[in-house]
Antibody, heavy 120, light 110 residues
Framework: QVQLQQSGPGLVKPSQILSLTCAIS?????????WHWIRQSPSRGLEWLGR?????????DYAVSVRSRITINVDSSGNQFSLHLNSMTPEDTAVYYC???????????WGQGVLVTVSS | QPVLTQPPSESGAPGQRVTMSCSGR????????VYWYQQVPGTAPKLLIY???QRPSGVPDRFSGSKSGTSASLAVSGLRSEDEADYYC???????????FGGGTKLTVL
Protein backbone atom coordinates (compact mmCIF):
# COMPACT_ATOMS: atom_id res chain seq x y z
CA GLN A 1 0.00 0.00 0.00
CA VAL A 2 1.48 3.30 -1.06
CA GLN A 3 2.20 5.93 1.57
CA LEU A 4 3.19 9.52 0.94
CA GLN A 5 5.02 11.42 3.68
CA GLN A 6 5.35 15.16 3.30
CA SER A 7 7.95 17.40 4.90
CA GLY A 8 8.72 21.08 4.78
CA PRO A 9 8.29 24.39 6.59
CA GLY A 10 4.97 25.63 7.85
CA LEU A 11 5.93 29.28 7.63
CA VAL A 12 7.38 31.15 4.66
CA LYS A 13 8.11 34.87 4.36
CA PRO A 14 6.63 36.89 1.48
CA SER A 15 8.77 36.84 -1.68
CA GLN A 16 10.64 33.75 -0.49
CA ILE A 17 10.55 30.27 -1.97
CA LEU A 18 8.50 27.36 -0.64
CA SER A 19 10.10 23.92 -0.80
CA LEU A 20 8.19 20.76 0.13
CA THR A 21 9.19 17.13 -0.26
CA CYS A 22 7.00 14.05 -0.66
CA ALA A 23 8.65 10.72 0.19
CA ILE A 24 7.09 7.67 -1.43
CA SER A 25 6.87 4.20 0.11
CA UNK A 26 5.10 1.22 -1.40
CA UNK A 27 5.56 2.50 -4.97
CA UNK A 28 8.27 3.98 -7.16
CA UNK A 29 8.54 7.55 -8.40
CA UNK A 30 9.32 6.05 -11.83
CA UNK A 31 6.33 3.69 -11.93
CA UNK A 32 3.56 4.01 -14.52
CA UNK A 33 1.62 6.75 -12.77
CA UNK A 34 1.96 10.46 -12.02
CA TRP A 35 2.85 12.37 -8.87
CA HIS A 36 1.05 15.59 -8.12
CA TRP A 37 1.01 18.67 -5.93
CA ILE A 38 -2.38 20.08 -4.92
CA ARG A 39 -3.24 22.83 -2.48
CA GLN A 40 -6.38 23.80 -0.59
CA SER A 41 -7.38 27.11 0.92
CA PRO A 42 -10.69 28.62 2.04
CA SER A 43 -10.47 31.31 -0.65
CA ARG A 44 -9.34 29.21 -3.63
CA GLY A 45 -10.63 25.75 -2.71
CA LEU A 46 -8.79 22.73 -4.10
CA GLU A 47 -6.25 23.72 -6.74
CA TRP A 48 -4.03 21.40 -8.76
CA LEU A 49 -0.52 22.80 -9.10
CA GLY A 50 1.34 20.33 -11.25
CA ARG A 51 2.63 16.81 -11.77
CA UNK A 52 5.65 14.76 -12.72
CA UNK A 53 5.64 11.41 -14.45
CA UNK A 54 8.14 8.96 -15.96
CA UNK A 55 8.03 7.88 -19.60
CA UNK A 56 11.64 6.94 -20.35
CA UNK A 57 12.46 10.32 -18.85
CA UNK A 58 10.83 12.43 -16.18
CA UNK A 59 8.39 15.06 -17.43
CA UNK A 60 6.50 17.84 -15.68
CA ASP A 61 3.23 19.57 -16.32
CA TYR A 62 2.14 22.73 -14.48
CA ALA A 63 -1.08 24.63 -13.87
CA VAL A 64 -1.31 27.86 -15.83
CA SER A 65 -1.97 29.81 -12.62
CA VAL A 66 1.47 29.03 -11.16
CA ARG A 67 3.49 28.10 -14.25
CA SER A 68 5.88 31.02 -13.95
CA ARG A 69 6.71 30.25 -10.31
CA ILE A 70 6.69 26.47 -9.91
CA THR A 71 9.22 23.68 -10.28
CA ILE A 72 8.67 20.00 -9.47
CA ASN A 73 11.83 17.94 -9.11
CA VAL A 74 12.40 14.20 -8.72
CA ASP A 75 14.97 12.44 -6.56
CA SER A 76 14.99 8.92 -8.00
CA SER A 77 17.53 7.52 -5.58
CA GLY A 78 15.51 8.83 -2.64
CA ASN A 79 12.20 7.83 -4.23
CA GLN A 80 10.72 11.25 -3.61
CA PHE A 81 9.64 14.38 -5.41
CA SER A 82 9.55 17.99 -4.41
CA LEU A 83 7.67 21.22 -4.97
CA HIS A 84 9.36 24.58 -5.26
CA LEU A 85 7.16 27.65 -5.49
CA ASN A 86 8.88 31.01 -5.59
CA SER A 87 7.75 34.58 -5.01
CA MET A 88 5.33 33.48 -2.30
CA THR A 89 2.57 35.89 -1.25
CA PRO A 90 -0.07 35.66 1.49
CA GLU A 91 -2.49 34.40 -1.21
CA ASP A 92 -0.37 31.23 -1.38
CA THR A 93 -1.28 30.37 2.22
CA ALA A 94 -2.87 26.93 2.01
CA VAL A 95 -2.62 23.28 2.95
CA TYR A 96 -0.31 21.67 0.41
CA TYR A 97 -0.77 17.99 -0.51
CA CYS A 98 1.17 15.57 -2.62
CA UNK A 99 -0.80 12.81 -4.32
CA UNK A 100 -0.57 9.91 -6.75
CA UNK A 101 -2.77 9.51 -9.79
CA UNK A 102 -2.33 8.13 -13.28
CA UNK A 103 -5.56 9.71 -14.49
CA UNK A 104 -6.07 13.35 -13.68
CA UNK A 105 -7.93 14.21 -11.45
CA UNK A 106 -8.12 10.68 -10.10
CA UNK A 107 -5.82 10.97 -7.10
CA UNK A 108 -5.90 7.64 -5.29
CA UNK A 109 -3.34 8.31 -2.56
CA TRP A 110 -2.58 11.51 -0.70
CA GLY A 111 0.04 12.80 1.68
CA GLN A 112 -0.97 14.06 5.08
CA GLY A 113 -0.87 17.72 4.02
CA VAL A 114 1.26 20.60 5.28
CA LEU A 115 -0.25 23.92 6.28
CA VAL A 116 1.94 26.63 4.80
CA THR A 117 1.43 30.17 6.03
CA VAL A 118 2.98 33.08 4.18
CA SER A 119 3.66 35.86 6.64
CA SER A 120 6.48 38.13 7.70
CA GLN B 1 -12.81 30.48 -7.18
CA PRO B 2 -13.95 26.91 -7.88
CA VAL B 3 -14.88 26.20 -11.49
CA LEU B 4 -17.47 23.50 -10.80
CA THR B 5 -20.62 24.50 -8.90
CA GLN B 6 -21.78 22.55 -5.87
CA PRO B 7 -24.41 23.45 -3.26
CA PRO B 8 -22.66 24.46 -0.03
CA SER B 9 -24.66 22.09 2.14
CA GLU B 10 -26.99 19.12 2.18
CA SER B 11 -28.43 17.15 5.06
CA GLY B 12 -30.39 14.03 5.81
CA ALA B 13 -31.44 11.77 8.62
CA PRO B 14 -29.75 8.44 9.28
CA GLY B 15 -30.94 5.82 6.83
CA GLN B 16 -32.12 8.36 4.27
CA ARG B 17 -30.80 8.97 0.76
CA VAL B 18 -29.12 12.24 -0.15
CA THR B 19 -28.04 13.45 -3.58
CA MET B 20 -25.39 16.12 -4.18
CA SER B 21 -25.06 17.93 -7.47
CA CYS B 22 -22.07 19.24 -9.44
CA SER B 23 -22.55 21.57 -12.37
CA GLY B 24 -19.98 22.42 -15.01
CA ARG B 25 -19.77 23.11 -18.71
CA UNK B 26 -18.86 21.45 -21.97
CA UNK B 27 -15.10 21.94 -21.51
CA UNK B 28 -15.05 19.98 -18.25
CA UNK B 29 -17.91 17.72 -17.19
CA UNK B 30 -19.46 17.79 -20.66
CA UNK B 31 -16.47 16.08 -22.25
CA UNK B 32 -14.50 14.46 -19.43
CA UNK B 33 -14.75 11.96 -16.61
CA VAL B 34 -16.03 13.07 -13.22
CA TYR B 35 -14.43 12.14 -9.91
CA TRP B 36 -15.75 12.55 -6.37
CA TYR B 37 -13.82 12.98 -3.13
CA GLN B 38 -14.81 12.73 0.52
CA GLN B 39 -12.93 14.87 3.03
CA VAL B 40 -13.29 14.70 6.78
CA PRO B 41 -12.11 18.04 8.24
CA GLY B 42 -8.43 17.95 9.14
CA THR B 43 -7.63 15.06 6.80
CA ALA B 44 -6.71 14.67 3.15
CA PRO B 45 -9.41 14.08 0.54
CA LYS B 46 -10.22 10.44 -0.23
CA LEU B 47 -11.13 9.23 -3.71
CA LEU B 48 -14.74 8.09 -3.57
CA ILE B 49 -15.84 7.76 -7.22
CA TYR B 50 -13.82 7.59 -10.45
CA UNK B 51 -14.81 7.22 -14.09
CA UNK B 52 -18.17 8.91 -13.29
CA UNK B 53 -19.61 5.96 -11.40
CA GLN B 54 -16.90 3.51 -10.32
CA ARG B 55 -15.97 2.90 -6.69
CA PRO B 56 -12.41 2.17 -5.58
CA SER B 57 -11.94 -0.94 -3.51
CA GLY B 58 -13.21 -0.40 0.01
CA VAL B 59 -15.79 2.27 -0.79
CA PRO B 60 -19.26 1.07 0.24
CA ASP B 61 -21.86 0.58 -2.47
CA ARG B 62 -24.03 3.10 -0.62
CA PHE B 63 -22.11 5.69 -2.62
CA SER B 64 -22.97 6.04 -6.30
CA GLY B 65 -22.13 8.55 -9.01
CA SER B 66 -23.78 9.55 -12.25
CA LYS B 67 -23.29 12.07 -15.03
CA SER B 68 -25.58 13.63 -17.58
CA GLY B 69 -24.48 16.33 -19.99
CA THR B 70 -22.62 19.03 -18.08
CA SER B 71 -23.80 17.91 -14.64
CA ALA B 72 -22.95 15.11 -12.27
CA SER B 73 -24.34 13.87 -9.01
CA LEU B 74 -23.27 11.82 -6.02
CA ALA B 75 -25.86 9.83 -4.10
CA VAL B 76 -25.44 8.46 -0.61
CA SER B 77 -28.03 5.96 0.51
CA GLY B 78 -28.58 4.53 3.97
CA LEU B 79 -26.98 7.61 5.55
CA ARG B 80 -24.70 6.95 8.49
CA SER B 81 -23.12 9.35 10.96
CA GLU B 82 -19.67 8.61 9.55
CA ASP B 83 -20.77 9.98 6.16
CA GLU B 84 -20.69 13.48 7.63
CA ALA B 85 -17.93 15.17 5.63
CA ASP B 86 -17.23 17.53 2.76
CA TYR B 87 -17.71 16.15 -0.75
CA TYR B 88 -15.93 17.51 -3.83
CA CYS B 89 -16.39 16.85 -7.53
CA UNK B 90 -13.55 17.17 -10.02
CA UNK B 91 -12.95 16.84 -13.76
CA UNK B 92 -10.38 17.68 -16.39
CA UNK B 93 -10.99 21.02 -18.10
CA UNK B 94 -9.94 21.17 -21.76
CA UNK B 95 -9.89 24.98 -21.84
CA UNK B 96 -7.51 25.14 -18.86
CA UNK B 97 -5.47 22.05 -19.75
CA UNK B 98 -5.76 20.97 -16.14
CA UNK B 99 -8.20 19.60 -13.59
CA UNK B 100 -10.84 21.70 -11.87
CA PHE B 101 -12.73 21.14 -8.64
CA GLY B 102 -16.05 22.10 -7.14
CA GLY B 103 -16.29 24.22 -4.02
CA GLY B 104 -17.54 21.28 -2.00
CA THR B 105 -20.79 20.26 -0.31
CA LYS B 106 -20.89 19.82 3.43
CA LEU B 107 -23.05 16.82 4.27
CA THR B 108 -24.69 16.86 7.69
CA VAL B 109 -26.30 13.76 9.13
CA LEU B 110 -29.12 14.99 11.35
Amino acid sequence: QVQLQQSGPGLVKPSQILSLTCAISGDSVSSDTAWHWIRQSPSRGLEWLGRTFYKSNFYTDYAVSVRSRITINVDSSGNQFSLHLNSMTPEDTAVYYCARGAAVPGFDSWGQGVLVTVSS
Amino acid sequence: QPVLTQPPSESGAPGQRVTMSCSGRSANIGSNIVYWYQQVPGTAPKLLIYNNNQRPSGVPDRFSGSKSGTSASLAVSGLRSEDEADYYCAAWDDSRSGPVFGGGTKLTVL
